[in-house]
């Protein structure tokens, strides 16, 4: 199997009694396995363009998206062709 680490965005902090921490950076995981089949998972994330670029370049098999609409998006927004 292969990973590649895609962009995602998100907002990553955490109110700690005020301050502001940061969690790390919002990433997704392209895999793609020994016999081809390719799996785009865009980890927590808002709808970016980048997915479409993902989509033209590895063409996933399965693409895993964060359907809820509070700060990912809702089941009208991913992007398609």
Do not use: W
């Amino acid at each position: 199997m292969r990973a590649t680490m895609t962009k995602a965005e998100h907002s990553s902090t955490y109110d700690d009694g005020g301050t502001l921490v940061s969690l790390g950076e919002a990433i997704g995981y392209l895999l793609r396995m020994e016999n081809g089949f390719t799996i785009y998972h865009t980890g927590d994330t808002a709808v970016t363009y980048d997915m479409l670029i993902v989509g033209d370049l590895y063409q996933p098999d399965l693409t895993i998206l964060p359907i809820g609409d509070y700060f990912t998006m809702d089941p009208r927004q991913p992007p398609t062709r």
